[in-house]
């Protein structure tokens, strides 16, 4: 089991940017594929980006390409999620995502791949 804490939320202006991040509890942390999530008031929850247990890879939604980075240090069990130039559309709930023991080369980015879900923190960007 694995408990995830999201912070960092807050109200910016466009063209701003903001940083995330996801305190997650327990021993295993390095073991797991993170992942952040977004979901906007009547919209679906989408991906948004998602790193390796080594953070040697990572891999983001085109329209989070160039503007988002995604990180982690396995040492302070923590993922960072960095935006920049925010948008508008970047207005969200924006969701923490751990996933169980990964052992595949491959990332998931779909969000039936993770089991472990923190419980959000909101983003709203002004125009």
């Known amino acids: 089991q694995v408990q995830l804490v999201e912070s960092g939320g807050s109200l910016v202006q466009a063209g701003g940017s903001l940083r995330l991040s996801c305190a997650a509890s327990?021993?295993?942390?390095?073991?797991?594929?993170m992942g952040w999530f977004r979901q906007a008031p009547g919209k679906e929850r989408e991906f948004v980006a998602t790193i390796s247990r080594s953070a040697s890879s990572t891999y983001y939604a085109d329209s989070m390409k160039g503007r988002f980075t995604i990180s982690r240090d396995n040492a302070k069990n923590t993922v960072y999620l960095q935006m920049n130039s925010l948008e508008p559309e970047d207005t969200a709930v924006y969701y923490c995502?751990?996933?169980?023991?990964?052992?595949?080369?491959?990332?998931?980015?779909?969000?039936?791949?993770?089991?472990?879900w923190g419980q959000g923190t909101q983003v709203t960007v002004s125009s």
């Open positions: 327990g021993r295993t942390f390095s073991s797991r594929v």
């Open positions: 995502a751990a996933t169980g023991t990964w052992y595949s080369a491959s990332l998931p980015t779909t969000a039936n791949q993770y089991p472990y």
